[in-house]
């Protein structure tokens, strides 16, 4: 997610909206992994499976997470959902983190 800095931020609907979208999608994807028995996939790449999913182009779909990202980032501050969303999907960099290889 560092290229995420330059993106321009999502309108906080369209930020609202895609996490509202992705967090039941990713709990049925869950559950189906577990029944299967198979191991579960970590939610920033959820976050961009999702968008590639949606937009089907590697280069779309690699901009709207990063434009998706920045969005998270600029409504955190006030926006207790962006927060915690930002939290869990490694938003806020800290070098070493899993956002190193998104």
Request: aromatic letters at 0%; a positive charge.
């Given at each position: 997610y560092n290229t995420s800095t330059s993106a321009k931020p999502l309108p906080l609907n369209q930020v609202l909206e895609a996490i509202c979208t992705m967090i039941?999608?990713?709990?049925?994807?869950?559950?189906t992994h577990m029944r299967r028995g198979e191991e579960l996939q970590p939610l920033p790449f959820f976050c961009r499976d999702y968008f590639l999913r949606q937009l089907g182009m590697n280069a779309q779909a690699r901009k709207?997470?990063?434009e998706f990202i920045a969005g998270v980032r600029h409504q955190a501050s006030h926006v207790p959902l962006c927060k915690m969303f930002g939290r869990i999907v490694f938003a806020f960099h800290e070098p070493g983190d899993m956002a190193d290889i998104l």
């Open positions: 039941p999608q990713k709990m049925e994807q869950d559950k709207r997470l990063h």
